[in-house]
């Protein structure tokens, strides 16, 4: 058990349980949280699982979780290890089934007052154009080779056959494609789930959101991403679907099998992992960049089913939905940082955890480049959304951020206070459209069912992690399920 | 009782009963589709074709083997849209499992299972000599 007198307090935003706390652990515990949500996370076993994943083979500096963290498997919800490359290890159950699950944020010139007599007809029309991929909508089934030139190319691939602009790979985390791929790395199995999901949604809490601008927080900087307030924006959460959940479920039972040959232990068999700088583990590199790339191309093709849409519905002529950025939040990177006085390769495993890049780092987009990355926050389904800018103080958090308000509540105790009914009639009231095939599944997504997402980024903000730029609120929610 | 929901924050989080292994494994497999919803397309669609697919499994050991043979599973029923109810074995040892799952084809999913995990995963038999299985699921 984890008590309060457990923790060292090193600010208001943040504190520490020491390596002493547990033998095993390599490095201490941090945990980005106000005084008052501390009390919450002794609610659940995210604090165990957090001392768990100070144990892995080559974290260097501190194990941390962010403050929307929650109970998850293997590592919490909200945590981040940065492992050392020359004697770490490498852990695909770390970063979790759905490889690359991420946001994408695409703007446009409209204010809200220019679409709101429209708007009922864009969420129909955005609903109808993007499937959920569970057996409704467009079926289209691509070949193996099809499949491999995705995993290959990712978004780039899909912008090179017009299914999107320049600008969107620009605008996107590793310009939507990690060269490190290997289709060869890839199972046939997972190839197989891929061949009919680009392009889809999936369920649980993935959504598209038609959202405006309520309020900016740092002009110069929302300038510089092209954001004014009462700007239609329209935000995409989904990630690798199928395939990206079959590459980490081979490679968790692969590593899992060769934990004795290397020796290696952790104190939760979900961390399966094997040497970064092994074959086997430079395979699983190679097939979670696959993945990855996948879900780039997956965000990609939607955002070209909006525009499908959003043209249907505003004509031709219509103002240009431009991509802002594109961001994961369950990743595994290569990056450098200074520990201990020397440059120090390591592979920052982020679960739940957004990568939140400094002015002046030459991995973002030049146009960014003087103010920062800008880093896509989602509320809980009909709450707001931020855009925040990543900071040079963030370096102390290896340049991660929260990823969303994070679950308070468990699906089943949603779904045993409040209908699907009830949620969707509450948002209703509030003005917000609702489109989804079915109403199971949103009483589960209810927004009493998270942490408050003001609350969660007001600790990343007065940390310094990132900054606020711009509030986001919704307009039109469209659930795949 | 085949199965039942236990709590956990964010995933789904079963414990399925047997009277043995076999039995165990099935409610296992029925107890992961009916508490993320899986639902069949029942009656006219299907009537009269019952869907037969060959399973074979291999793995370290026993909770590995669980594991493994439902992360088959949600694969057979993702590439082929179907869901499952019953499994009819040939062979089911510590390490290996030979069978062949009895269907419906598949109508709508709730929430779709993106893993099966190790995490606080748990077989064991009772003093009863009946079985007892934990599973996490990530949905």
Redesign the interface.
Known sequence: MIFRKDFKKISDWLWEIPKSFRQDMRVPARVYVSEKMLEDIFR?R?LDQLINLTCLPGIQKYGLAMPDM?????SP?GGVAAIRISDGIISP?MQ???VNCGMKLLRSDYLEKDIKPNLENLATEIQKEVPSG???GRQIKLSIEQINKILEGGAKRLVEQGYGEKEDVENCEGNGRLDWADTSAVSS?AK??GRDQVGTL???NHFLEVQKVEEIFDAKIAEVFGLFRDQVVIMIHTGSR?LG??V??DY??EF??LMGKYKIQVP???F?CVPYDSPEGQRGLAASACAANYAWANRQMITHFIRKAWKSVFGEKASQLVALYDVAHNIIKKEKYIIDGKETGVAVHRKGATRAFPPGHPEIPEKYRSVGQPVLIPGSMGTASYVLVGTKKGEEAFYSTCHGAG???????AMRRVSGQEVVKSLESKGIIVKCW?Q??IA?EAPMAYKNIDEVVEVVHNAGLSKKVARLVPLAVIKG? | MKYE?L??????KIRAFGKDKSELFENAMIGMFESA?YEPAFAEATAGKEIKKEIKVS??DLP?LL??FL?EVL?LS??N?EIYHQIQFRKLTNKNIEGNLFGEK???????I????????DIHQKKDKSWEATI?F??
């Open positions: 659940d995210s929650h109970e998850g498997y293997s919800i159950g979790g089934y759905d569970l057996g409704r199995y197989n789930r999936g369920s649980g199928g959940h079959q980490a479920t968790i039972k899992m099998g939760d068999r979900e399966a679950r308070t509540m468990s699906r089943h105790e079915s199971r599944g589960e399920e | 929901i709590e956990h924050k964010a995933d789904l919803k793995s370290l590995s594991v493994d992360s694969y993702e590439i849209h598949l109508k709508t999913i709730e929430v779709i993106k893993g099966v995990t190790y995490h606080s995963l996490l990530d949905i």
